[in-house]
């Protein structure tokens, strides 16, 4: 029997369908909405906090809660890109450093980096925690937190891990310097120079600066956009090459956007462990689920130690954190001491920070509030490229993070398109750089997390220009 709030919810989502509110409309106050239907402010707000768990609302903070965007399924999605796989050293980065220090630059448009704009990150909140946090803890914000890191930190990070069908003790998790140093780590415990590593493709750009600095081979393995990295193609990949772990974003992927479905990750787990490779899973978008609902983790999905769990708050509280961390399965005592050897510690009163707003209820609530504010992002990004570019034109469609990946048509350099675009003032990232073999030389990925102005649109539109006159 359905409760009051159900019944509710049901009636506010039927009226959205049938287009009694349009995307983008706010819906009528909570004590509006409770004079109207005769019903409690407390039935009012779980209603509209049912919607917006299911993706059907977005909360605005002191503005109410309005229809979320939805974004255009017309523009079709990038082929994939099928091919043997075989391994091969990785080389050429350098461009991805003329990316990172456009995104420093505020003269450039920046479509570029995956670097969220402060405008999405609770910034006050974080100054008040990082004020509270080195008053409370003179002394000890002094001194190292040697691996492996607050316990405060730890015990939060458990508890959320819990929720997301994973049970890890606090004092198995290590703490670090953001999530590229979790994914270094994570290599330099299980690899050596010269071992091939399994890896999406296409793949985030920073994962192959890891490999390259580490001197390992890259395995490419097809990726689709929508469930994720191809279980067949690696199956058959493992039983050619002697590969000693699989690093994947099973969670909205960068720069793909794929969510993998719990029965491909159920099955890309078992074949690993059947395997004996380690799984690196990288998870650092997963709470940006548009829908609300945290997708499931791999770890949780074995006993057998196999699986390497990294994330950071990078792209959901601050970059500037450097707060990353990782659950290194049987790997323990190497991953501490590797973090040890390269740094000895983290910050102590950035840890202590996230841990405050973890367990404050700060982080779920910007949470709720940022998940509908990328998903209109990327619908709004979607869009300008549906109305924009060229015919031909492929886009992806993830339904959390907050990048697309598209397939531009013709033969266009997409490393020729990036200088000239940057010369133009806009920052994109062209598509050879997340592949080690330079594939994809027709694709480009944009970052959507950016504050969406008549400067951007603008600079949508000399891209577009610059494309179709290629």
């Known amino acids: 029997m359905e409760t009051l709030y159900q ?9 959205i369908q049938q287009g009694g509110f349009q995307p983008g409309d706010r819906l009528p106050g909570v004590r509006q909405l409770s004079r109207q239907r005769n019903l409690s402010i407390a039935t009012v707000i779980s209603a509209y906090r049912l919607l917006e768990d299911q993706g059907v609302l977005e909360s605005r903070q002191r503005s109410g809660f309005y229809v979320r965007p939805h974004i255009n399924t017309q523009i079709p999605q990038p082929r994939l890109v099928m091919d043997t796989p075989r391994p091969a050293p990785v080389t ?3 461009m991805v450093l003329q990316l990172i220090k456009a995104a420093n630059n505020p003269s450039v448009v920046q479509l570029g980096a995956a ?4 405008e999405f990150l609770p910034t006050r909140a974080i100054e008040q925690a990082l004020i509270r946090c080195a008053r409370q803890h003179r002394v000890r914000s002094a001194n190292y937190e040697f691996s492996p890191g607050s316990v405060e930190l730890r015990r939060q990070l458990a508890r959320r891990m819990a929720e997301a069908g994973c049970a890890v003790n606090p004092d198995n998790l290590v703490i670090t310097n953001g999530g590229q140093e979790a994914l270094s780590i994570a ?3 299980v690899t050596k120079p010269g071992d091939v590593v399994a890896i999406e493709s296409p793949a985030f750009y920073g994962l192959l600066q890891v490999l390259e600095s580490l001197g390992l081979e890259a395995l ?4 689709h956009p929508l469930t994720g990295i191809s ?3 690696l199956e058959l990949a493992v039983s050619r090459w002697p590969v000693k772990a699989c690093v994947v974003v099973p969670n909205f992927s960068n720069p793909l956007g794929a969510c993998m479905p719990v029965e ?3 099955r890309l787990v078992t074949l690993l462990d059947q395997q004996q490779i380690v799984l690196i899973e990288d998870d650092i978008y997963g709470d940006l689920s548009f829908s609300g609902q945290r997708p499931p983790l791999c770890m949780g999905m074995t006993n057998s130690g196999n699986v390497i769990l990294c994330s950071s708050v990078s792209k959901t ?3 500037g954190l450097r707060v990353g961390w990782i659950a290194p399965g049987r790997f323990q005592q190497r991953v501490e001491y590797m973090k040890y050897v390269l740094n000895l510690a983290t910050p102590t009163i950035p840890q202590l920070a996230v841990a405050d707003l973890l367990e404050s209820g700060v982080y779920e609530r910007h949470l709720r509030k940022v998940r509908g504010e990328y998903a209109q992002a990327v619908a709004r990004m979607t869009q300008a490229v549906s109305d924009y570019f060229p015919e031909g034109t492929r886009v992806t469609r993830p339904q959390g993070g907050f990048v697309i990946w598209l397939e531009l048509p013709g033969a266009i350099d997409a490393f020729d398109l990036a200088r000239r675009s940057l010369e133009n003032g806009i920052s994109i990232a062209p598509g050879p750089i997340f592949s080690p073999s330079k594939k994809y030389q027709n694709f480009i990925r944009l970052s959507c997390a950016c504050v969406w102005n008549s400067r951007v649109e603008k600079a949508l539109v000399r891209l577009a220009g610059m494309i179709i006159r290629y």
């Open 264 to 266: 491909h990750k159920q």
């Open 7 to 15: 019944q509710l919810a049901e009636d506010l989502r039927t009226s």
């Open 220 to 223: 490419e393995i097809p990726t």
């Open 317 to 319: 509280l601050s970059p």
């Open 92 to 94: 050429g980065q350098d």
């Open 231 to 233: 279980i067949e193609a």
């Open 187 to 189: 290599l330099r415990a």
């Open 115 to 118: 670097v969220p704009a402060p």
